[in-house]
């Protein structure tokens, strides 16, 4: 019986420990993005909190969040725009029901689009259509176009990622992420488990920090 509850103790011990040192490097990446503890640290209280808000996965979101606001701030986008586009994503994410994946390459597919500069055909018909449903049609709808005058606009490669993905997130947020189907989306079995885990997350990172971490 105390081997068992060793064995057990020690699972814990590493899960807490690499759940708090993932944290950790999340916290770096931010801070290497704003320059500063005080920058990243509000970073890592939006991300905890959309994810608490909306009952997704910290980790997939913070993922996510880490390499969309790096994209967008070295596109120049400010820091309000981008948190507004990435809560419409997470909050429609979150409507549609939508994995921690998969919502991870839907993001994905944005911060490529931001990362070039202009939307390619590659990122929005395969990468972000393949998640998200109806995202070339929602792409059209942004930008007021018919399906083939969007079309043979993004194969032109005039699409600028700076006109189109405010106006896209805009429209998935009207399309998808209403107040209504949010409000429902938040109460969901789905949402609610989602948020204990990452409460039992939270909780085992404060651990690591004011217990072993501290004394190392």
């Known amino acids: 019986a105390a081997v068992v509850s060793f064995a057990a103790a020690w699972r814990l011990f590493q899960t807490t420990l690499g759940k708090s040192v993932q944290i950790d490097s999340i916290t770096k990446t931010f801070f290497a993005i704003q320059g500063s503890m005080g920058g990243a640290a509000i970073e890592m209280s939006y991300v905890r909190g959309e994810a608490q808000r909306l009952g997704l996965d910290f980790f997939a979101l913070a993922e996510s969040f880490k ?27 979150s409507v549609l029901g939508l994995s921690g ?3 991870k390459l839907v993001l994905m597919a944005l911060e490529q689009m931001v990362s070039k500069g202009v939307v390619s055909m590659e990122e929005l018909r395969r990468q972000l259509g393949d998640s998200l ?9 942004a930008m007021n176009m018919g399906l083939a005058e969007f079309n ?10 700076e006109e189109f993905l405010p106006k896209f997130t805009k429209t998935l947020r009207e399309t998808y992420a209403t107040a209504e189907n949010v409000g429902m989306a938040m ?19 404060h651990f690591a920090r004011v217990g072993f971490l501290s004394t190392v």
């Open 67 to 93: 390499g969309f606001s790096a994209a967008t701030k070295f596109a120049n986008f400010d820091l309000s725009t981008t948190k507004d586009m990435f809560s419409s994503v997470a909050e429609s994410a």
């Open 101 to 103: 994946d998969k919502t």
């Open 133 to 141: 449903p109806g995202a070339f049609e929602l792409g059209a709808k």
């Open 152 to 161: 043979k606009f993004v194969a032109s490669g005039k699409l600028m990622s």
């Open 187 to 205: 109460k969901t079995p789905r949402a609610e488990i989602e948020r204990f885990m990452n409460a039992i997350t939270f909780a085992q990172d």
